[in-house]
């Protein structure tokens, strides 16, 4: 004869080292979270609900099921039979009620008055180089934790003029882009030292004036097209020579100070180095 008892959502076995996993749901609306535990045959006497922490703990203290004589203990008492729940993000804890009815554990957890969120004197946005870093202080709200973000900027946002805004909790920062800044291409070379940084490009048979050279913040564009025209035996054709390339400038030099020399199928772009990135010597002094 065969004999099931409870078969789902419980697996009944005396193990006392098996567990016995209860099927739930949940739900949420404005104003509460509803949990809702499966447990068919438990008596609510038999369950004990406590909060733990961050956590609801869901234990059986002891079940038992009398059948045609035959006594069954579902479970063993012990933390390793509890079942874990952990409380959402506005959990009320002090609006925590448990109800059994019908075999259905349904716990009802009100949700916490909202907090308007971090004040301005909470959060510290500063800006070292290219990155823009946010630290945000919790203070005594409960709802986060102190935090530091570190963001690297794109190569076109214009860091003088970032703004940033807090609103109901939401920080917004608005970083503008660059315009792009034409650098005129003149003719003669560039004279490399410590002082100057330079670039070169192979531009052969492209005359000066048909070079464009464009700087948007530290990226810097170079782009050329020639077009030349023959004719041959009554015949048109065209050669067609483009050219495009661009390089990254160094955080160690004057962007505003960016020239572009071209000679000889050569185009240097050339970068006065920073004073303070310049090498410079440091006296060695005797000891006697």
């Given amino acids: ?3 099931t008892i409870f078969r789902y959502p419980f697996e009944v076995d005396c ?4 567990h016995h996993r209860m099927r739930r749901t949940q739900s949420e609306t404005e104003d509460e979270y509803t949990f809702n535990l499966v447990m068919p045959g ?11 922490r961050r956590k609801l703990k869901i234990s059986l203290t002891k079940v038992e099921v009398v059948r045609r004589k035959l006594k069954i203990s579902l479970t063993k008492d012990g933390a390793s039979e509890a079942q874990w729940i952990s409380l959402p993000k506005y959990a009320d804890r002090s609006g925590i009620t448990a109800k059994a009815k019908n075999g259905v554990l349904a716990i009802t957890i009100k949700k916490k008055t909202r907090d308007p969120g971090a004040g301005v004197d909470d959060v510290q946005v500063s800006i070292t180089g290219a990155r823009l870093t946010i630290n945000a202080q919790s203070g005594s709200m409960d709802f986060f934790d102190d935090f530091r973000r570190t963001l690297s900027t794109p190569s076109d946002a214009d860091l003088a003029n970032v703004s940033a805004a807090l609103k109901d909790g939401l920080l917004l920062i608005q970083i503008p882009k660059l315009e792009p800044v034409t650098v005129p291409v003149e003719k003669g070379q560039a004279t490399e030292s410590d002082e100057l940084y330079v670039a070169y490009f192979r531009t052969p048979g492209i005359p000066a004036e048909k070079i464009e050279v464009t700087r948007v913040g530290r990226k810097v564009e170079v782009e050329a097209k020639l077009s030349d025209s023959m ?18 400038l160094p955080e160690s030099v004057d962007l505003e100070s960016t020239r572009a020399v071209a000679e000889n199928g050569v185009l240097a772009i050339t970068a006065p180095v920073l004073e303070t990135e310049r090498p410079r010597e440091v006296a ?5």
């Fill in 1 to 3: 004869m065969a004999l």
């Fill in 15 to 18: 193990h006392p080292r098996r």
């Fill in 42 to 52: 438990v008596n609510r006497d038999a369950v004990k609900v406590e909060v733990v």
């Fill in 231 to 248: 004719k041959e035996n009554d015949f048109y054709s065209s050669v067609e020579t483009e050219f495009s390339e661009s390089i990254y």
């Fill in 284 to 288: 060695v002094q005797s000891e006697s």
